[in-house]
């Protein structure tokens, strides 16, 4: 199976964990791309992206990024905003943030994500938030062991 992790992550905390995700999925075709803006700054209002990965020949997406103050990510948003229509498209949601619990930011981002894919006719198989202030071995084991299905 052919699985995409496209990433934004600002502090590379998000891009670490995918890259661990990655190599235990190593019996599937697995690739990794990033999402970049000219101005990365958290806080700028204008976004225009510099790299805009493809979502072509996939059987499984992974769309990966941080919680910003609360809300998902403004670089992520702008990218799945702007991509084509997902037509069904089997996909997987992971959002980190600093605070240890899910409901202080975690869970209004992901709602948000949510949306954002599903106004994309994408089709969300499984949602993942990672505290990284809570460091829980049991919360990572769960994103690291799981395997994507089509």
């Known amino acids: 199976m052919k699985i995409k992790m496209i990433v934004y992550s600002y502090t590379h905390n998000t891009l670490l964990l995918i890259q661990e995700w990655a190599k235990q999925l190593n019996q599937h075709d697995t690739e990794i791309a990033s999402i970049h803006a000219y101005d990365e700054y958290p806080n700028t ?34 990218y799945l905003k702007q991509m084509p229509d997902l037509r069904g498209q089997a996909c997987t949601l992971v959002l980190t943030q600093y605070f240890p619990f899910e409901a202080w930011g975690g869970r209004q981002a992901m709602k948000q994500f949510r949306a954002l894919v599903e106004a994309k006719s994408g089709r969300i198989k499984d949602t993942f938030i990672y505290s990284r202030m809570r460091k829980s071995a049991d919360q990572k084991a769960r994103i690291l062991n799981h395997v994507p299905q089509a």
Do not use: N, Q, W, Y
């Open 45 to 78: 209002k204008t976004i225009t992206l510099s790299e805009k990965p493809s979502i072509a020949s996939t059987d499984h997406l992974v769309f990966a990024t941080c919680v910003r103050g609360g809300t998902l990510a403004p670089i992520m948003a702008a």
